[in-house]
């Protein structure tokens, strides 16, 4: 066990719709990267929040969206959901104290659009 | 796109045996990071290695960098059947943050 904790576990939403993720960081993390995974494939990077700012992005659309709050933990929106979406969202925390670090995953979000 | 790409992409070893995979990348990294995920789940961080270091052990993990060639290989010494999973191995490019992975070694070691 982690310590980084995500809910829901799954998910089913249709084509349109918005989602909202959410994300626990191990206590002491003041960064977390939200990755997406889909089936056979590795963690694509999404984007990442040290201290409430984001702190970098990959390739994804602005309909990807994301929140870091106080006490570190996160959540990603997605608006107008498409197919493509279905994947593992994966969020990761660590600390960047002296560079780039290990990170530490939750256990994931299954989400399934219809 | 991946940073990463792993080699190869599937391996199946008897228990005991040893199993070695690869990782290749593009541009020039801070440090080199491998993970393992058991049936798509969270990933779980097996070992860092830096930019400035050669080689690194864990246990029976030993692992390489070789920055002129821009790549990095995993050993795993006495593979046990708990070692089946999917290996990644992910890059954070100089001078960012961003953890790119790459595509996956599918392990597979049996008893």
């Known amino acids: 066990e982690t310590g980084v904790t995500q809910s829901p576990t799954h998910l089913i939403k249709t084509r349109g719709q918005q989602v909202t993720l959410r994300c626990s960081s191990q206590?002491?993390?003041?960064?977390v990267s939200w990755y997406q995974q889909a089936l056979g494939q590795g963690p694509q990077f999404i984007f990442q929040?040290?201290?409430?700012?984001?702190?970098g992005r990959g390739n994804f659309p602005p309909r990807f969206s994301g929140l870091q709050f106080p006490n570190y933990s996160s959540e990603l929106n997605v608006n107008a959901l498409e197919l493509d979406d279905s994947a593992l969202y994966l969020c990761?925390?660590?600390?960047?104290?002296?560079?780039?670090?290990?990170?530490?995953f939750g256990p994931g979000t299954r989400l399934t659009v219809l | 796109s991946q940073q990463g790409e792993e080699d190869p992409q599937a391996l199946s070893i008897q228990e005991g045996e040893n199993a070695t995979m690869n990782c290749s990348y593009k541009?020039?990294?801070?440090?080199l990071q491998w993970y393992r995920q058991n049936s798509g789940r969270g990933l779980v961080h097996l070992i860092l290695?830096?930019?400035?270091?050669r080689e690194k052990h864990s246990g029976r993990l030993r692992v390489t960098l070789d920055t002129s060639k821009k790549s990095s290989s995993l050993l795993i010494t006495a593979s046990r059947a708990a070692d089946t999973a999917s290996y990644f191995c992910?890059?954070?490019?100089?001078?960012?943050?961003?953890?790119?992975f790459g595509t996956g070694t599918r392990l597979k070691v049996l008893a």
């Open positions: 206590s002491g993390h003041n960064t």
């Open positions: 990761a925390s660590t600390s960047l104290a002296g560079g780039p670090n290990e990170q530490f």
């Open positions: 290695i830096r930019s400035n270091e």
């Open positions: 929040y040290y201290r409430e700012e984001e702190n």
């Open positions: 992910a890059t954070v490019h100089s001078g960012t943050y961003k953890y790119i």
């Open positions: 541009t020039s990294i801070n440090n």
